[in-house]
């Protein structure tokens, strides 16, 4: 048995179609979960409750934490050290693996490439809290006390994703016939996954027996680019001219008055206003696996976007 534990996210939905398509049973856990193309079964769950995850978790051979709480730095403080303890204490009990899907704020501002390499140096309250539980992970794995790893990508993009950046700035205001919109700066490059990439991914390094005890990057194009370049890509591809506005951080302070999630995103610019490049490697060279490129995927997300609103 595979199980999902934050099953209702789009990267959860991809994963189970992935792993349904390999012949595992799959079970889906959250709060509400729906029973969706490749998943076995569905089990519901509050994975801040300890005898819930546990219960959740047992029978299973590989556990999948992908977890999506509420943009809130107090409601993170609260819940995210406990899910991970409920994960790892319920994958021992079970003697199941457990593989994290993780973000990159623990890495904080990085000059040059994030690697897999890249030392935890968190510069917000949100990156403390990842390094805090990711750390609490890799001391499980040195320890031999399970089989686990932590799989990272970069803000994603994609036909089906809902929450990601690119797509509520970009693809979303594209296929309203609005001009698109970018934060701070449009001239940086900025790292972005494809979140088919990042399924796909997942599911392999799972069934790759030599991948466990590692953190990983997930396919990530390489050479990615700048706000404007991405813009033109997108607005091409709806044919539409590029028209887009830069929100500067006074804007986004003002409009965080009004918006919770503006709000707390504020604490994040800081991955907006320089270079942010997410280096995959290490992954295209143990697995052969190419990224989809910058081209491809927001051609892709803009038809599947214009095609969602015709």
């Known amino acids: 048995m595979h199980t999902i534990l934050g099953a209702g996210g789009t990267i959860g939905i991809m994963l189970a179609r992935e792993l349904g398509m390999s012949g595992h049973k799959v079970r889906l856990v ?23 995850t546990l219960e959740a978790v047992s029978g299973s051979e590989v556990v999948y934490l992908l977890a999506g709480l509420k943009y809130d730095v107090q409601t993170w403080q609260l819940l995210w050290p406990r899910i991970m303890e409920n994960s790892i204490e319920a994958c021992k009990r079970a003697n199941a693996k457990l593989l994290f899907f993780d973000n990159v704020y623990m890495y904080g501002k990085v000059s040059g490439c994030m690697t897999e390499e890249t030392p935890y140096n968190p510069c917000s309250r949100k990156g403390e809290i990842r ?24 803000d994603f993009y994609g036909p089906l994703a809902k929450k990601g950046i690119p797509n509520i700035l970009v693809f979303d205001r594209l296929a309203r016939r609005k001009p698109a919109l ?13 979140i088919e990439d990042a399924a796909r991914s997942l ?3 799972a069934a790759t027996d030599a991948a466990w005890n590692q953190t990983w990057h997930v396919p990530t194009a390489s050479n990615p680019p700048n706000g404007k370049a991405f ?48 280096d995959s490697s290490k992954f295209s060279n143990a697995f052969g696996v190419k990224p989809t490129s910058y081209e491809q995927g927001i051609l892709q997300t803009a038809l599947a976007k214009a095609s969602a609103r015709s």
Request: glycine content about 4%; aromatic content about 10%; charged content about 25%.
């Open 30 to 52: 959250g709060r509400n979960p729906v029973l969706t193309e490749g998943a076995s079964e569905v089990f519901r769950a509050d994975l801040s409750d300890r005898e819930k």
């Open 131 to 154: 390094a805090r539980i990711a750390s609490r992970l890799l001391h499980e794995i040195k320890a031999g006390n399970l089989k686990g790893m932590i799989a990272r990508c970069a």
């Open 182 to 194: 970018w934060l701070l700066s449009d001239a940086v490059p900025h790292s972005c996954t494809y």
């Open 203 to 205: 599911a392999l390094l």
């Open 231 to 278: 813009i033109e890509m997108a607005a091409r591809a709806f044919d539409l001219a590029p028209k887009y506005h830069v929100l500067s951080r006074p804007m986004l302070k003002v409009s965080g008055w009004f918006d919770s999630d503006i709000r707390e995103s504020h604490e994040m610019l800081y991955q907006s206003d320089s270079d942010y490049l997410f």
